[in-house]
């Protein structure tokens, strides 16, 4: 019976250091090609260029943005990019913090800050997180799906009438 407990333990003790290598080798490596992506997605938001953050999109792309429904298609995508620029996001930041690419398919996951200053309204710094997966198309990583939220707690809703 001691016998049998101690190879339990030993090899729960494999177990824990196999598995916490594992994340080591998964947790903070990023792909350069797909973070000079994101670094191009960044100057064309704070050049304040919806044009040039929808090219970034594949034609039939989906952008997931919280407390919206999703945008579908470049198009969509730009009226999106549009609205937020207009509403006074700027300083946008996106940080990756993992990525890697598979054949045509590629994702990158990480955290965002932007400055957000609606027009007579207070500023405020949104911060979060974000996972978007590429596809390659005509030779070019595009996004395919697009998907982020906020760290921060949802705004107060306003009192009943």
Known sequence: MKRVTCMVAALGVVLAVAASNRVVAQGGKTDPTLSKLAKEYMAAFNAKDAAKVAALYTDDATLNAPNE????????VQTWAQKNIDQGASN????????????????ESGTYSIAIAP????????????????????????????SYNSDLPPPPSPPSK
């Open 92 to 107: 946008l930041v996106l940080t990756p913090t993992e990525s890697a690419i598979s054949g045509s398919i590629a994702y």
């Open 119 to 146: 027009p007579g309204q207070k500023p405020i710094t949104d911060k979060g997180k974000y996972l978007i997966v590429f596809k390659q198309t005509a030779g070019k990583w595009l996004i395919a799906h697009d």
């Open 69 to 76: 429904p999703a945008a579908h298609g470049r198009k969509a």
